[in-house]
């Protein structure tokens, strides 16, 4: 019996196809109750087809799934897969109106004689689940006030309490703060001890040698290593991931020395918005990068809306090369020399129904014609130029962008914020979600604009982003707090967003 | 005691009164019907009469059926505009049927009244269904599809009796809609049973909690194994029977069917399901906020025509009142993520 059960998921030369298309390619993988597996490999490499499989959204094409040492329950028998896995996905997954109890027990609730929904019964076994996991939430809350740490408890409190003892994770961390991944990561780490299995998929990789025990890496829709961590350096990891050696930009000495003449290109002063922003000052230079770090809520999402004229400031004033800005109105910041290309792009920067090229002249489009209507040719003369110049991968500028990967996705949103060819180029997080090969096309483009002169802010708390910048400015609830030059430690660095210094 | 189990203990107490778990946002229009009662009484001194105060939950009834109807499709997520055609054509075709004079408009075979109301009752089944096939395997979006299906439907009612009146319906077939059990008409019964009974269902059946699940996040609902599918059918299956139901007793009120029989009443059916808490984008709201929500309108009309406005002038003070309605539910209650 044991030996039977000794595997949480097994596949055996898997294959699913799409229509005509084959994107897993006989794969085999198992993974051992009690494991961590990482599951990592760049965007399109056949991961969330795995897990697709793995969780029971479709059926494979070909080869064996067994889950808990017995073959896949069919499509149908949802509750059957709920029992021995579980997925904690990007999206919310959550009902929104409905409390945390509802959500905790979701299609699941417990029923009186009568069969109808024991509400007493469901608050008392919540408070128990919250209890244990320390979470200080009311039952009774509605799921959409929950912070995303929270959303993310509730969602694995929910698999475990469903019975699973398989627990897929995609991506979780791409929304919390620091300080929240490490309790998370405490919190998985403690199940582990408990023999629940989780397959970990994530594009951090520390995060991935932090709790992870073995790892295996999807290229093409095909396993190409399959080891423990201790055996995979992070550069063997890369190189699997990519299949060829790629050196991180990011990591590499600078390339650029200070820019000697030092003019000004952006330059915030006294900035302040109610809780968000207390008297920040803040120059950069025309050619040169500067890095703003900072917690989720730090303020410095706060002033890159302020730059991008999104947000208005209660005090202070932007300049832009001496020159002061209209602030508050997008359309005048724009025409003042702001580019700005917003954190996430799902959210905040795509039509995805729209084509690329579409996408890419939606801020210009005043540009390409007369009286407001929009000149064909000019327009797919600058796309054009811009697909090339970016090094977009697409048919054509006429491909809907919701079609192309993500890390095209986020170039056609680069080449956007740089179309009306500003002097200020704001970027926050720029290289969110998006694979090793496209961070590093990103990079690139950031720093080809950095040497025409524009002056760049890199908005983000992620250490590769932050390592591309000439320094790197540390914002603490509102106020700048520590200065960075090139060549600073991650620990130093992590502290400081931390507020720990 | 330590500051979070002072904060848990005040947070689990149990046995919560059922005002305070009836949250403000169900019971915001209780004080304007309150005024409106006040102002009422001043306009006229019949107002508070009982049998005015009957006429208006009478009149209010197939609203009302109509009201829990929709309300169970807004919640689910979807929409269904054609209901008002349902209200006009279930108990048409069935009028059709058991008219034995073709000269009167009839079909000339003349089933029995009994079967007729059956009739109405399946034809309810056989729209929602329809409506429910297409937008739920077809994935054809719900407020287009129950828009021509709304025009389809009220271009069949008058087609089958070249627009005519059909009177002279068999006894049985008008029973429920003039009724009276215990001195109150019977149509009232039905109405509050029925907002008993899916209101219970609603707050206390899985399948009510899976309507919410499914009309706040479908994808969700699916992966926690809620047939998702099966639920949006049966709840337009649902509806539409509610809305023949509504349409029977309708004919019954007034002893006839006019080939008109319903129309416009889908705009006081949203306006009264909003205003009483029931959110356009799913997942939120109740069938006791839906209830104050016709509740409201029913004395608004009732007041408007006491008070002498002038006839021409009626529509035009309901809109601007439903408008201010609206106005004061969203400044009393929170919005989530918009």
Not at chain 1, 242 to 250: I, K, Q, R
Not at chain 2, 303 to 311: G, I
Request: glycine share 12%; charged share 20%.
């Amino acid at each position: 019996m044991s030996a039977i059960e000794s595997h949480a998921a097994e596949a055996r030369g898997v294959s699913k196809r799409f229509g005509p298309i084959e994107v897993l390619h006989g794969v085999d993988i198992s993974i051992p109750v009690g494991d961590a597996r990482a599951l990592v490999g760049r965007n399109g490499a056949g991961k969330s087809t795995l897990v697709g499989l793995l969780t029971g959204l479709y059926g494979a094409s070909g080869g064996e799934l067994r889950l808990g040492g017995r073959p896949t329950p069919s499509l149908g028998d949802r509750r059957g897969w709920r029992e021995r896995v579980a997925c904690v996905y990007q999206r919310w997954m959550v009902i929104p109106h409905l409390t945390v109890a509802e959500n905790l027990f979701l299609n699941n609730q417990p029923r009186n004689g009568l069969g109808l929904v024991d509400w007493r019964r469901l608050r008392d076994e919540t408070m128990a689940v919250l209890d244990d996991w320390d979470l200080d939430v009311a039952p009774d809350l509605e799921a959409w006030r929950l912070t995303v740490e929270q959303r993310q408890i509730v969602e694995i409190a929910r698999a475990l309490v469903q019975g699973s003892r398989f627990i897929i994770l995609d991506e979780p961390t791409a929304e919390l703060e620091r300080r929240e991944v490490n309790r998370l990561f405490d919190r998985i780490r403690a199940l582990q001890d408990q023999g629940v299995t989780f397959l970990y998929i994530s594009h951090h990789l520390e995060e991935i040698y932090e709790i992870c025990r073995t790892v295996t890496v999807m290229r093409d829709g095909r396993i190409v290593a399959d080891a423990p961590l201790e055996a995979l350096p992070k550069d063997r990891l890369v190189a699997a991931m990519v299949g060829e050696m790629v050196t991180p930009l990011g990591k590499r000495a600078p390339a650029f020395a200070a820019a000697a003449q030092a003019l000004p290109g952006l330059e915030v002063t006294g900035l302040s918005l109610g809780e968000s922003l207390a008297d920040v000052n803040l120059k950069v230079h025309r050619g040169e990068c500067v890095g703003l770090a900072g917690l989720a809520g730090s303020g410095k999402d706060r002033l890159a809306e302020i730059v991008a004229g999104l947000a208005l400031p209660d005090a202070g004033a932007v300049t832009i090369h001496g020159q002061p800005a209209p602030l508050g109105d997008v359309v005048a910041m724009r025409e003042a020399g702001v580019g700005y290309v917003a954190r996430d792009r799902h959210e905040r920067g795509l039509f995805p129904l729209m084509s690329l090229g579409d996408n890419l002249t939606a801020t210009v489009l005043p540009k390409l014609g007369a009286l407001g209507f929009v000149s064909g040719k000019r327009q797919a003369g600058i796309v054009e130029a811009q697909i090339a110049e970016l090094g977009i991968v697409a048919s054509s500028g006429a491909q809907p962008i919701g079609e192309l990967s993500g890390g095209n996705q986020q170039k056609a949103m680069v080449g956007r914020a740089l179309a009306s060819d500003p002097r200020v180029l704001v970027l926050a997080a720029p290289t969110q979600g998006v694979d090793i090969a496209s961070k590093d096309a990103l990079y690139r483009i950031i720093e080809a604009a950095r040497q025409r002169g524009m002056a760049v802010l890199v908005v983000s708390d992620d250490l590769d982003e932050l390592a591309i910048c000439d320094r790197v400015e540390v914002i603490f609830r509102g106020r700048l707090t520590r200065g960075f030059a090139r060549g600073w430690s991650d620990q130093d660095m992590v502290a400081a967003i931390e507020g720990l210094y | 005691m330590t500051d979070v189990s002072t904060s848990r203990a005040a947070i689990a107490r149990p046995t919560q009164s059922l005002f305070a778990r009836l949250k403000l946002r169900e019971l915001v229009l209780v004080p304007v019907i309150a005024v409106v009662m006040v102002i009422g009484s001043f306009v006229s001194s019949s107002f508070l009469m009982p049998e005015n105060l009957l006429n208006i939950l009478q009149q209010s009834s197939e609203l009302s059926i109509l009201v829990i109807a929709q309300s169970l499709i807004l919640i689910c997520g979807k929409f269904d505009l054609s209901l008002e055609s349902t209200v006009g054509i279930a108990p048409m075709f069935a009028a059709w049927l058991m008219i034995a004079d073709v000269s009167l408009g009839g079909s000339g075979i003349g089933i029995s009244g009994y079967a007729g109301i059956a009739v109405v009752l399946a034809t309810g089944l056989l729209i929602g269904l329809i409506n429910g096939l297409l937008v739920v395997k077809l994935r054809l979006n719900a407020f287009i599809t129950t828009l021509a299906m709304l025009i389809l439907l009220r271009g069949v009612t008058l087609g089958i009796t070249n627009g005519q009146t059909l009177f002279d319906l068999p006894e049985p077939f008008l029973y429920l809609g003039n009724a009276k059990w215990a001195g109150i008409p019977a149509s009232i019964w039905i109405a509050g049973l029925l907002f008993l009974f899916f209101g219970l269902m609603m707050r206390y059946h899985r399948i009510g909690r899976a309507i919410y699940a499914i009309g706040g996040n479908p994808e969700a609902a699916r992966v926690a194994g809620i047939p998702v599918e099966r639920i949006t059918l049966g709840v337009f299956v649902v509806g539409s029977l509610l809305a023949a139901l509504a349409g029977l007793l309708l004919t019954g009120r007034i002893a006839s069917v006019v080939s008109s029989q319903g129309q416009n009443m889908i705009f006081y059916v949203f306006a009264a399901s909003v205003i009483g808490g029931i959110s356009l984008n799913g997942g939120q709201g109740r069938l006791i906020g839906a209830l104050t929500g016709v509740l409201l309108l029913g004395l608004l009309q009732n007041v408007l025509t006491l008070s002498q406005v002038a006839a021409f002038w009626i529509d035009a003070c309901y809109g601007a009142i439903i408008l201010l309605a609206l106005i004061i539910t969203r400044l009393s209650g929170e919005t989530p993520r918009a």
